[in-house]
């Protein structure tokens, strides 16, 4: 059974970085990619960053395109991480992870398994 866990949620000043992880505790989940969204209060839930797990390729949403955030990825471990720095009040979302087990579902955008998020929360 695929369970994803993030981590490395927290409060953090404005400036400051977190580096967020995620995992399948249950170890079977072998993934074709593997994505970050957020959801802040009162929003959408909106994708962050995306990461192709055969090539390590990596997409971003265009309206962080200005923040240099980094999605990487650990193959050995099935892990994926997303490096957030110079974080902002508007950051303060709950962070979710999520995974694609196939090509054509993540070439699709549709990502089968979701984490139960992480919370970050980035005070001025």
């Known amino acids: 059974q695929v369970r994803l866990a993030e981590s490395g949620g927290g409060l953090v000043q404005t400036g400051n970085s977190l580096t967020l992880s995620c995992a399948d505790s249950?170890?079977?989940?072998?993934?074709?990619?593997m994505s970050w969204w957020r959801q802040a209060p009162g929003k959408e839930r909106e994708l962050v960053a995306t990461?192709?797990?055969?090539?390590?390729?990596?997409?971003y949403s265009e309206s962080l395109s200005d923040r240099h955030w980094v999605i990487d990825r650990d193959t050995a471990k099935n892990a994926v991480f997303l490096r957030m720095d110079a974080l902002r009040p508007e950051d303060t979302a709950v962070y979710y992870c999520?995974?694609?087990?196939?090509?054509?579902?993540?070439?699709?955008?549709?990502?089968?398994?979701w984490g139960h998020g992480t919370q970050v929360t980035v005070s001025s």
């Open positions: 999520a995974g694609a087990s196939s090509a054509d579902d993540y070439f699709s955008g549709r990502y089968t398994y």
């Open positions: 249950g170890r079977t989940f072998s993934p074709y990619g």
């Open positions: 990461i192709h797990w055969p090539s390590g390729g990596t997409r």
